[in-house]
DNA sequence: GCAAAAATGATATACGTCTATCAAAAATGA
DNA sequence: TCATTTTTGATAGACGTATATCATTTTTGC
């Protein structure tokens, strides 16, 4: 019942081990004929090479490197958080992972930290991106050199990596965008939107797929455009506490950060508040959904994204195919199926 | 940068190799002094051991069984595909898993199947089970021969498994009741309920979770007696039928399977539908979101929980800690935020 | 202080692969 | 045919751990 080793695919297929080995890591100078044979002999004998004994034998480490915005957004809190979780996880596995912080939104500090990273020998490389033309020669640089890089969370320019780990942003909105047109139960309405900046790309989005499906298929639910908040806890809460005094307003649906301002402006409010969406699960938000001031949140579940990631990861620098994973798709808390996550609990509400 | 071995440790401590791995593979007669010694080696080095050489030393291979329900439902029908992918990338981990089909709710073919996995020796087992005491003792036979039992999508008697991956049904209902809840839009209703059984545990816990929320939280939509419909599709399309045509029922809620039958009696309906949900990702149901004869899907992501099965039972198994996973909950799937699951799509709309 | 028991050290083999080396055999070219 | 190149075989050491054996040292109990 032992799985065949190189020995025995060598024996079977009539040759020597030296020869199975180098068909088997094709390190060239082998007859067409002889690698025919061998491969015969692996299919026959169901032959699978041993990661660990490789792994072992080469003495490999992985090196992994993830780039994540710096600051003390609670959103990449968590996710560095997460990473250092995870990379403890992994040592045993023979895997480091380390965090290099660069200042968010910078394409030209994410550019240099990009390059810098050509000194060190890393076999992966994650990368909370932009979709900036300009990161697109250092990555290619990055490739070049045989590194694997995906991107996490945010998306690179497509062709600079090999993967990306996120959720659509469009279906997130446009799953806002169900969720509030639901909630209408078949009666009209007004919903203002918040934004951070149309600039960012993920903004943009979730805004158009909101825009589609009540455009579509809630035609009576009317969107208000966008209130630019740059992401900034004050900005929304000012901005919130005004628009609350309108009338008609039936829901309210932030595609940006900057939610504990929000609900520090629905905390003041009384009597009936719109319905409230917003994006990511964080402790403020958890405990706003809780205490019922708000009604749903969008979340990407950054820490399934860093796990995949890892495997990803592992995957490409190895060349071998992906184990069956389940797509990433935005998942919709309500109060009632918020996980026991130790790692939100514990993050203190910190702005975002 | 390389990592310290067992000799350093050894080294450090001032000890032989051979009293380092009596320490570190606690094989007893051992002075407390060297425990101490070597534990304290331990840590200063950051000494990890290295699986992969302990495993290949080994020659170990983890045996697995996944114990599911036999038949041709289609959400177990996704389970044993799911299965099958997932063990086929695990060889290279020298892990495999054997899947044991046993009658679906039948507690004493259960019963017996537990018993017959005494005499192979699997170093895990996943059971798809039922919360009957009849099982506790052959459980506790198996464990008792060093086994790791989990749970799978339906727990066992609690002292009977290492541990459970699944959802929490009673949260599941809690959330299918908020959705309903949120639907109505502030305006009274009525929900017609279906189940399979309220003995199935699930079933009686998903009812329950959704009578909780709506009678707390919306009070103005009645939740009216469920329908039994012995996860029959037959029987749902005709109670399905009888059902539409009464005045006043705003929602449909089917807490257990046989959607395929609801779905044919809501594709025969014109006008104005109820606001329906059920449960499980499948392809049928899948489609009926797709072409608006349903509104919502809770899914308990069954994938999610298999690869989860095989982690966890690997950690049993080695008796290391777990990695850092997500809580598992209840995912709420509109028609725009469906995976782009190929597995689920090539699934034929099989009875359910 | 002595015998018995407990603890330790030294060491060898095995696991399956990678990598390298050297000699031998086979194929190729003129 | 002979020299050259290509292909093959044989083999050995290394990776870090598990496991076993046997001899030696230390501790324990009386």
């Known amino acids: 019942m032992t799985s065949p080793t190189l020995s025995d695919v060598a024996r079977a297929a009539g040759v020597s081990y030296a020869t199975a080995d180098r068909v088997i890591n094709n390190r060239g100078n082998v007859a067409d004929k002889s690698i025919a044979k061998v491969r015969e002999a692996v299919t026959a004998l169901g032959y699978v090479r041993n990661v660990a004994a490789a792994n072992l034998s080469r003495g490999r480490i992985y090196k992994l490197a993830f780039l994540t915005p710096r600051g003390s957004n609670a959103f990449f809190n968590r996710i560095r958080q997460h990473i250092g979780h995870a990379a403890a996880h992994h040592v045993s ?12 939104f910078a394409v030209e500090e994410l550019q240099d930290s990009i390059s810098a990273l050509l000194e060190r020998d ?70 203002q939107t918040f934004a ?9 989005e979730r805004l158009a797929g909101f825009r589609e499906v009540l455009t579509a298929d809630f035609p009576q639910v009317a969107v208000l455009d966008p209130i630019m908040t740059k992401d900034d806890a004050q900005v929304l809460r000012a901005q919130t506490q005004e628009v609350l005094t309108q009338q008609g307003l039936t829901a309210l649906y932030n595609v940006g950060a900057g939610n504990s301002g929000l609900i520090a402006a629905l905390r003041g409010g009384q009597g009936k508040r719109p319905f409230c969406v917003v994006h990511e699960l964080v402790a403020h938000s958890r405990q706003a959904l809780m ?62």
Chains 1, 2 share one sequence.
């Open 196 to 204: 951070g900046s149309l600039d960012a790309r993920d903004h943009a």
């Open 93 to 104: 596995e023979r895997v480091t992972a380390e965090v290099i912080e660069v200042a968010a």
């Open 122 to 191: 890393f076999d992966g490389v994650a990368i909370v991106g932009l979709q900036s033309a300009a990161l697109e020669a250092p990555l290619a640089e990055l490739r070049a050199k045989g590194v694997a890089v995906v991107g996490l969370v945010s998306d690179l320019p497509h062709a600079a990596r090999a993967a990306y780990i996120g959720i659509d942003n469009i279906a997130a909105g446009r799953t806002a965008g169900r969720m509030v047109g639901l909630a209408h139960g078949g009666q009209g309405g007004q919903v």
């Open 291 to 352: 205490a019922r001031q708000i009604d749903l949140v969008i979340d990407q579940r950054p820490d399934v994204e860093i796990n995949r990631a890892f495997t990803v990861l592992r995957a490409l620098i190895d060349a071998k195919d992906l184990p069956p994973m389940p797509d990433l798709v935005p998942t919709i808390y309500v109060r009632d199926n918020l996980p026991a996550d130790a790692l939100t609990d514990q993050m203190k509400a910190q702005d975002t």
